[in-house]
């Protein structure tokens, strides 16, 4: 069965901190590794990966892949209280693409 | 604004009521998705459309029946819920057999008393 781990599953830090969000995974037929942000309602798209070593950016977030070692992190420099959310870790595997998602970190950003 | 629009929002039903969630699409995604989410959970898969032919069926109870009557649509049709079926409804959408992401709409509240 296909399985995805986050952690830490909470997190509390303060304005101006830097985090570090973990995803390790075991499936078979690994395709891509998503990340994605939800606060109240619809997960939103953050980063897709697919190959290792290479970093992906947007502004304060990064993210990064090893597929030898099977995790990803998710980095978030100068959090700001608007950074506070559950962050979700979805694996897509085998021929159909299944998502799999991880159990989510809930982060808090106090000011 | 997602692309994929849910209706509606928020939904209350009683256990014999016969209700129906829509979602609807016009990216051209051919994999449409239900997916069901309790607080503070993350979201569990729950059906697969695929060239609107249902492609994954994750043992959901028959109490819950999908139908995708073409490729901008997916239906989740709800009769004799129970109160734990009470959740954020999740549809998305995709290309299939993709490494993408999935697009999400923002949900159905549904209240099962």
């Known amino acids: 069965e296909d399985k995805v781990v986050q952690s830490p599953l909470s997190l509390v830090v303060h304005e101006g901190d830097t985090v570090t969000l973990n995803c390790s995974y075991e499936?078979?037929?690994?395709?891509?590794l998503l990340w994605y942000k939800q606060e109240k309602k619809a997960p939103t798209f953050l980063f897709m990966l697919t190959s290792s070593g290479i970093e992906k950016k947007s502004g304060r977030l990064s993210s990064i892949l090893d597929k030898k070692e099977l995790f990803s992190i998710l980095n978030i420099t100068a959090t700001q209280t608007g950074d506070s959310a559950i962050y979700l870790c979805a694996v897509r595997s085998g021929a159909n693409s299944k998502l799999t998602f991880g159990k989510g970190i809930t982060l808090s950003v106090r000011p | 604004d997602t692309e994929v629009t849910q209706t509606p929002k928020h939904l209350v039903m009683g256990m014999t009521n016969k209700k129906s969630l829509k979602c609807e699409q016009h990216?051209?995604?051919?994999?449409m998705y239900w997916y069901k989410q309790k607080a503070k959970k993350p979201p569990e898969l729950m059906f697969v459309?695929?060239?609107?032919?249902?492609?994954i069926n994750e043992s959901v109870p028959s109490r819950f029946s999908p139908e995708c009557p073409n490729s901008s649509l997916l239906n989740l049709h709800l009769h004799a819920l129970q109160p734990e079926d009470s959740a954020l409804y999740l549809c998305?959408?995709?290309?299939?057999?993709?490494?993408?992401?999935?697009?999400f709409g923002e949900g159905s509240r549904l209240t099962v008393l």
């Open positions: 998305a959408s995709s290309q299939p057999h993709n490494t993408g992401e999935l697009f």
């Open positions: 459309y695929s060239y609107e032919k249902l492609s």
């Open positions: 499936v078979t037929n690994f395709r891509s």
């Open positions: 990216m051209g995604h051919r994999a």
